[in-house]
């Protein structure tokens, strides 16, 4: 079996107080995700109302093991 192979993550350095809204929305988004993670290999999901909304995906490759989508999931968050 392969070793997980990160290719790219997107982040902005935060600008939002941790306990805010849009705070605990993206908490519930990396949760849901992390959850989602072990049924497959995309997966995507919003909470939130504008302003606060957050969206959130991943995409593994077809080739990628549950267990390696959890993995290198789980090391990005």
Known sequence: MSEPFHITTYCEEPDFARN??????RDIVLSTLR???SLGSYSNTTTGLR???VY???????TST????QTVYREQR
């Open 20 to 25: 805010s809204s849009y705070g605990s929305n």
């Open 35 to 37: 959850d989602r993670s």
């Open 51 to 53: 302003p606060n909304t």
């Open 56 to 62: 959130g995906m991943f995409l593994c490759r077809g």
């Open 66 to 69: 549950d267990h390696l989508v």
